[in-house]
């Protein structure tokens, strides 16, 4: 039985209590995202394994030690997604967005996946809201989506998060890296785990990622990135610092930040905050300009970042930021006898269709039990309809804060209850902004 009543190691569940905090940051993030012209994809939870195998890298922890991958009916080895970048480079070039304007802009919220140990911000299930830009070499483009990240996080009010900002070449000045890289590891090599050591042959630069904290303490010693990026390369790392540097958005030059997937080139990016514990790191990104190319497109430039939305909001309440509550049941119809049912049933439809929260009986309660659930589920008002109520077409509207009872007409309360909020949540403000001289009459007529 606990098989069944318990969710998988590394999954949450996210209850409806909840889940305004993921709504409010999600609508949030794609807003921000919009107002720099990104658009959302929406893409499989499950694609081809080849994908990740050539996107991500055959050497990476994600594809050698993480992937959800199985055989489905077909015998096609699927593999659930775990992150978003393959999967739209993949929907980019089969849908020929390439042959579009450039760049493109996507962003998007998913799920991913990744066999990983569990521990506090890391999950086996987890989500991201990312952002990819396909078709833009130049080094204004890093700024953008750095930006982008950057509003993000001042918008929601997070802060201490620093960001650490590297780049780690192409190519052809990490061929020099690579042989540097080879040499220091080589002397090293009895203390590498196994998979490290195969990655000495393949990609070493992979160790520099290692979990192990063997692997890592070794790492630490080794030569860094920048100090063997080409003439190229440097000069538009340099070009993003300065952009940066003019829109006033604060960073570190780290040069030990590789990232954990292979398609990175030149800019790679962490936003980091020791608010959290151990899983830190809130956003990573950076250039990927062979990606779509090593997919079998054309040479298209391109970049972006991912943002864990969990480790987002433990870090939101790591800093009492607080996350506006949606609002709840603004009327409760409480009827009383079978009669009074169907008439609330009909009150209750006409208040939502003229935009009002509205909830009723459907359990058949007494009024007593009713009135429980009323002030459980926080309804603002109510109203008591008996078949007095009913054959005078009026009814007593109750105020469930301060008691405060207001006679209405029945058939119109639905189309007045809306207004009635207005001037409530209005006058509301006014008193807790506490100006004097406003005549409130006036805002009120105005509405
Ligand atoms: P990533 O660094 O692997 O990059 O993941 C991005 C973010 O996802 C991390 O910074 C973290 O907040 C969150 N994350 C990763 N793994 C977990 C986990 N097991 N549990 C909870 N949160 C996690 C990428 O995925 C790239 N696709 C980002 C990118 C987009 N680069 C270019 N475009």
Not at 271 to 293: H, K, M, N, P
Not at 434 to 441: F, T
Request: glycine residues 8%; proline residues 4%.
């Amino acid at each position: 039985m606990a098989l069944v009543t318990k969710a998988i190691k590394g999954t949450q569940d996210i209850l409806p209590s909840e889940v305004y905090k993921n709504q409010f940051i999600e609508s949030t993030m794609l807003e921000i995202a919009d107002k720099f012209g990104f658009r959302e994809l929406r893409t499989p939870v499950f694609e081809h394994t080849e994908l990740f195998q050539r996107g991500v890298g055959e050497t990476t922890d994600v594809v050698q030690k993480e992937m959800y991958t199985f055989n489905d009916k077909g015998e096609r080895s699927i593999t659930l997604r775990p992150e978003g970048t393959a999967g739209a480079v993949r929907a980019f070039l089969e849908h020929g967005l390439f042959n579009e304007a450039l760049p493109q802009k996507f962003c998007y919220v998913l799920n991913c996946y990744r066999y990983e140990k569990p521990q506090a911000g890391r999950w086996r299930e987890f989500q991201q809201f990312g952002v990819e830009m396909l078709g833009a070499a130049h080094p204004a483009a890093d700024a953008e989506i750095i930006s982008l990240a950057n509003e993000i996080f001042a918008f929601l009010g997070v802060e201490n998060l620093r960001l650490e900002l590297n780049s780690i070449g192409c190519p052809e000045c990490r061929k020099n890296y690579h042989n540097a890289l080879k040499e220091y590891f080589e002397a090293k090599k009895e203390n590498l785990c196994p998979t490290c050591l195969e990655r000495l042959g393949k990609n070493p630069m992979r160790i520099l990622d290692c979990k192990s904290p063997i692997c890592k303490e070794i790492s630490e010693g080794a030569p860094a990135i920048l100090d063997y990026i080409c003439d190229d390369c440097s000069a538009h790392f340099e070009s993003v610092r300065k952009y940066l540097d003019k829109m006033n958005i604060e960073y570190v030059v780290n040069p030990r930040i590789v990232r954990g997937l292979d398609y990175y080139t030149r800019t790679v990016f962490e936003f980091v905050s020791t608010d959290i514990g151990a899983q830190g790191t809130v956003c990573g990104g950076g250039r990927y300009d062979g990606l779509v190319e090593e997919l079998g497109g054309p040479h298209t430039p391109s970049l972006g970042f991912a943002l864990g939305t969990g480790r987002l909001l433990m870090l939101m309440a790591a800093q009492g930021i607080e996350i506006p509550k949606p609002n709840g049941c603004d009327i409760y119809i409480a009827p009383m006898g079978e009669n009074a049912s169907y008439e609330a049933a009909a009150i209750t439809a006409d208040l939502r269709a003229n935009g009002v929260s509205a909830q009723t009986d459907v359990v058949g309660r007494s009024l007593k039990a009713q009135m429980k659930y009323a002030d459980k589920i926080g309804a603002k008002y109510t109203v008591v309809l008996g078949d007095n109520e009913i054959e005078n077409g009026k009814a007593n509207l109750k105020n469930m804060d301060n008691g405060e009872i207001t006679e209405v007409e029945l058939a119109d309360l639905a189309e007045n209850f809306m207004n009635f909020l207005v001037q409530q949540a209005t006058l509301s403000l006014a008193e807790s902004l506490d100006v004097e001289g406003v005549d409130l009459s006036s805002i009120l007529g105005s509405i």
